[in-house]
């Protein structure tokens, strides 16, 4: 009895090219939109932390309005972002939500969505002084009210300016970065400010940013450096000069004379006499004495 042939799926590159060409087919996308940029900041912090997913970045349209877009598998995506929206619903922020499976390739191209932008944003901008410290965000509607905002929260406390940001619609963002509870202080004191001089719109303090966030960040240059400095773990050693002999004076050669003839007289050589080996006294000869029976 014959047996029918076996059909092998052969190794072809056209098989393998589709797979190949779509390697961000498998991962979903999310995005999350407010109208308030501490809101997206918040948006997008809460997101990185409740699932496992990567931040591309935050896209601003105008008005106010901001988008946070997330990217990695499925149930993470979706997971981020229904909890991104209900930290926006908590900020009275939130405009709209997505989630979209699988991509078509075509959207990578056009859209601002590709993973990889994070890492070219990072690349450029450099290392940042102010990284692994807590951040607040205020912001205020006009261009005056955020400037004496950030005056007062830099006299209240210990916090460094680390940049500031506009969306429109005369929403400005100051960024402050610090220690937590100095950022605490800095944005209290700030809040009361921005009410004095102009409108405040919203505040946001986050104790610890992830990586994915800390990269999209806007950061002044004055606080970039090229790369990231290594930890000192020793003192700079300091250089040692080596001490340089010090100069004798020259002593004078002074002659001395004298005479030959009296030193050997006065030395005499005295010879020890040989001692002769001193003799044992030899005792007497025992003589032998024979008893017969």
């Not at 951040?135 to 261009?143: A, D, N, S």
């Not at 955020?146 to 210990?158: C, F, N, Q, R, Y």
């Not at 970065?177 to 505040?203: D, F, K, P, Q, Y």
Request: glycine residues 6%; charged residues 25%.
């Amino acid at each position: 009895m014959s047996q029918p042939p076996i059909h092998r799926a052969s190794s072809t590159p056209s098989l393998r090219q589709p797979r190949e060409r779509f390697k961000y087919q498998d991962t979903a996308l999310g995005l999350v939109s407010t109208r308030s940029f501490p809101a997206i900041v918040g948006t997008a912090d809460m997101m990185l932390k409740s699932a496992d997913v990567t931040l591309v970045g935050y896209e601003k349209i105008g008005s106010g309005y901001c988008t946070a877009i997330v990217r990695g598998r499925y149930p993470d995506v979706r997971l981020a972002v229904e909890e991104g929206a209900k930290t926006a619903e908590q900020f009275g922020q939130l405009v709209s939500k997505l989630v979209i499976p699988r991509p078509m390739p075509n959207l990578e191209v056009v859209f601002p969505l590709g993973s990889r932008l994070a890492e070219l944003c990072q690349e450029q901008r450099g290392y940042s002084r102010l990284s692994n410290r807590a951040i607040g965000l205020l912001e205020t509607r006009g261009f005056p009210a955020m400037v004496g905002a950030s005056d007062a929260m830099l006299k209240s406390a210990d916090v460094q300016l680390a940049a500031y940001e506009t969306i429109g619609d005369g929403l400005c963002t100051a960024i402050v970065r610090g220690t937590v509870a100095n950022v605490a202080v800095a944005i209290e004191a700030g809040m009361h400010e921005a009410e004095r001089i102009g409108e405040l719109h919203a505040v946001m303090v986050i104790p610890r940013l992830l990586e994915d966030l800390e990269n999209v960040l806007p950061v002044a240059s004055y606080w970039l450096d090229e790369q990231e400095p290594l930890p000192v773990l020793v003192s700079n050693p300091v250089e040692e000069k080596q001490a340089e002999p010090l100069k004798l004076p020259e002593l004078e050669k002074v002659p001395v004379e004298f005479d030959r003839a009296e030193e050997a007289e006065e030395i005499e050589i005295r010879p020890e006499p040989i001692r002769e080996p001193r003799q044992l006294p030899q005792s007497p000869p025992q003589e032998e004495s024979f008893e017969l029976d």
